[in-house]
């Protein structure tokens, strides 16, 4: 019989006071928690100090404390396989116990019997989860026999909870009980607590925007959310009064509040990302500032550490913000380094731990006190001083007896292992792909290639220097050549991509980080030939719609796989059943398509002509590189070109006016400078002259949309008579010149007479 996860554990407790930030640094040997303030008037001085290895999301806790105003110990586990616990005693880190190295740990969860302190620390690892005690016992050893490796993981009680990319399965005393296959991947998993609620409520948080609430093996009900869902956590740690809210982080930024009952689920709040801010990584409830009430905390996927609190009884405030430099793991409040200041604990990707305290750094009670506090912090700056230059020195010397062996004729020189954290995903807001690339180590620079064309697009967080290639693309389809040289200590790089639909192919980037000897990684982005597409729960019906139908003598999962091929966000395992909607929206034109499809059939429908004539086209090559036969139909409903045009058409104004004003802006400067008054201007060039800075910034931030625009509608003129065969590529000039006119309805008239 396997162990049981019923473990008993202990106690905590801490007081509070104002927000100042602090840093930890757990290794074998001790090494002080060194502290920072943003005081009076609000100052930070910069501590920085290694931790453990490179880490996932949701991997480091705090245990509970074993005295009523004792310090908590920091658990984390790495990428290395390798758990660390460590405490704080007189600002030095002092370290309780560490493993040794194994499979990368993904999730890490404290559990122990339900009503008692949690303080045996679980970690999944591959297929199996381990668990041990908080002095670093190994009491559990339970493999899964999963196929794939665990994604996520929840603990309550003898109840354990976990999720591969699509599979979740739920085990009792490490003995199966219930399994559910989801229809896209599983980014978390939670359970509301047992003890409140009286049953097993387990929420799957889906990519397809969607929490899915199980019952048993059985979905009991779907929550849509307004974007893909990273994480989960309890409201309050708790569920709050009813043990049924559960606050969800989105990859695109947004934060909510979900009531889950027993039959549906009521939305109590969201937060949105105005601020254009990273992806949230990592939630928790802590109270901070000590008001009774518990302050909601935030790790974003670009470094931001958020503290909202409840100032009225219904939505959050910001109460305040601080930027790491890296993307922020794991967070969680409490009690390390000195009793009677609680922290704000946080795990970044390279795996710093940094904080936020409310120990005041300037201390009252006069010079002596001052001088002593002086004489501490030299004596530690002159410790870490000389363990820099013993450091240095040993580099040295290593490195010469890297250069002495690579010279010999034996010699062989090993590639260095590094890890690359990425993300390429599509903003609703800009129609534009965010890649982000994360190095556990300083970025040398990162070369992009493209062979399809794309525009990159400026990132204000951006430091890099880019310079662009010159590049030949017909023999090698070379489109895009660029170089991003970063700056001293950069780990991380955003960078700003927009592609243009109805041209596909591969993005890739070679990440070469500031280690010897030289090595590169490369990595790989599909740009789809529908990539400006994004899912959406639902779509508007009574639009005028075109048609595109196929049968042939394909199965399900051959026609899923052409989808997959064509549309982002669709998952790649074949969706259970006979048959599959998707729905999606164009984020740049905000036209829709329908797609649904099972086994020899398949049927889309979309406003724009041009998404059909896309699709048709593609569809049609890969059948043909299988080798099986389609029989395509078609029906094309003019009235929806007439709707298109409608919905480009205030784009295309607004772009051309801000064309026209930043053209305006030099003359306008240099007759400033000539008459030195322009109280003489027509009031609508002197607006234009107090503006130019955030006309000139907006419109350097989207140098092509202008030029994208007319591309689209000179692409909708073609597809529209393609589809009657005939080509009316000859009359493409006489299109542009009526583009430039910007007149709607002589567009139309256009488009409506050149037949």
Not at 301 to 308: R, T
Not at 715 to 724: E, G, P, R, S
Request: proline fraction near 5%; aromatic fraction near 8%.
């Amino acid at each position: 019989m396997p162990p049981s996860l019923k473990e008993r554990a202990g106690g905590a407790g801490s007081p509070r006071g104002p927000l100042c930030p602090t840093t930890a640094r757990p290794r074998p040997r001790a090494r002080p928690l060194r502290r920072l303030t943003n005081g009076e008037p609000p100052r930070c001085r910069v501590a920085a100090v290694a931790a453990v290895g490179v880490t996932a999301q949701k991997t480091m806790r705090l245990l509970p404390a074993s005295g009523r105003r004792a310090t908590q110990k920091v658990v984390v586990g790495d990428q290395d396989g390798v758990i660390t616990c460590f405490g704080i005693k007189k600002g030095e880190a002092v370290p309780v116990f560490k493993t040794l190295p194994g499979q990368k740990i993904a999730r890490l969860e404290l559990g122990g019997a339900l009503n008692t302190p949690q303080e045996k620390i679980f970690v999944a690892t591959g297929s199996e989860v381990k668990g041990f005690t908080k002095r670093g016992k190994q009491f559990l050893s339970f493999e899964t026999n999963l196929t794939e490796s665990i994604k996520a993981m929840h603990i309550s009680g003898a109840d354990l909870f976990l999720c591969a990319s699509y599979i979740y399965n739920h085990y009792c005393d490490c003995k199966d009980q219930h399994y559910y296959l989801s229809g896209d991947k599983i980014n978390d998993v939670l359970c509301l607590p047992v003890e409140k609620v009286n049953c097993i409520t387990p929420v799957l948080a889906c990519q397809d925007r969607v929490l899915r609430v199980l019952q048993g093996s059985d979905l009991l009900y779907e929550v849509e959310v307004s974007g893909p869902p990273t994480v989960l956590a309890l409201n309050n740690g708790n569920g709050g009064d009813s043990g049924e809210e559960i606050v969800f982080g989105t990859s695109d930024g947004k934060v909510g509040l979900v009531q889950i009952t027993g039959s549906s689920p009521v939305h109590k709040w969201e937060i949105g990302n105005e601020k254009k801010r990273g992806g949230i990584l990592c939630i928790d409830s802590f109270d901070i500032v000590g008001d009774g009430v518990k302050e909601l905390l935030i790790g974003r996927d670009d470094g931001m550490l958020e503290v909202y609190n409840f100032e009225s009884a219904d939505d959050p405030v910001l109460l305040s913000d601080h930027a790491l430099s890296e993307s922020i793991a794991s967070i969680q409040g409490g009690c390390v380094g000195k009793d009677g200041y609680d922290e704000i604990l946080a795990c970044t990707y390279s795996g710093w731990l940094t904080g936020l305290t409310t120990e005041p750094i300037h201390r009252e009670g006069g010079s002596g006190e001052e001088l002593k506090l002086s004489q501490e912090m030299q004596s530690k700056i002159s410790s870490l001083r000389s363990e820099l230059e013993s450091l240095q020195i040993k580099v040295l010397q290593e490195r010469e007896k890297y250069q002495q062996a690579s010279q010999s004729s034996t010699a062989m020189s090993s590639v260095p292992a590094f890890s690359v954290n990425d993300k390429f995903t599509l903003n609703k807001d800009d129609a534009s792909y965010s890649l982000i690339l994360e190095v556990q180590t300083a970025i040398d620079n990162v070369l992009v290639q493209s062979d399809v064309p794309i525009d990159l697009l400026d990132v204000d967080k951006n430091s890099a220097v880019v310079s662009f290639s010159s590049c030949d693309s017909e023999p090698n389809s070379n489109f895009v050549l660029a170089t991003y040289r970063c700056q001293a200590n950069t780990t991380r790089l955003e960078l700003k991509v927009r592609s243009i639909e109805g041209q596909y192919g591969t993005l890739q980037a070679y990440v070469t980080p500031r280690i010897q000897p030289k090595t590169c990684q490369v990595h790989q982005y599909q740009i789809k030939p529908l990539s400006l597409h994004q899912r959406t729960h639902s779509i508007d019906h009574d639009r005028p719609m075109n048609t595109l139908m196929l049968k042939g003598q394909f199965s399900f999962a051959e026609i899923h796989s052409w989808v997959v091929f064509c549309l982002p966000e669709v998952p790649e395992k074949t969706p259970a059943g006979e048959s599959i909607t998707f729905y999606f929206q164009n984020t740049f034109l905000g036209t829709q398509l329908e797609s649904t499809y099972r086994k020899g059939e398949g049927l889309f429908k979309s406003d724009n002509i041009s998404t059909i004539s896309i699709l048709k086209d593609v569809l049609s090559k890969e059948a043909t590189k299988r080798k099986i036969n389609l029989n395509i139909s078609y029906d094309i409903n003019e009235d929806s070109v007439r709707y298109t045009l409608k919905l480009i058409h205030p784009k295309l104004e607004y772009q051309q006016l801000l064309a026209k004003k930043v053209h305006l802006i030099d003359a306008l400067k240099e007759l400033q400078v000539h008459e030195g008054n322009v109280d003489f201007l027509l009031p609508k060039y002197r607006s234009i002259l107090e503006e130019s800075d955030q006309l000139l910034e907006e419109y350097k931030k989207q140098p092509a949309h202008l030029e994208r625009l007319y591309g689209m509608i000179t692409d909708l003129f073609i597809d529209k008579f393609k589809f009657k065969g005939t080509n009316v590529k000859t009359k493409v000039p006489l299109l542009l010149e009526i583009l430039d006119g910007c007149d709607q309805d002589g567009l139309i008239a256009f488009f409506e007479a050149a037949a």
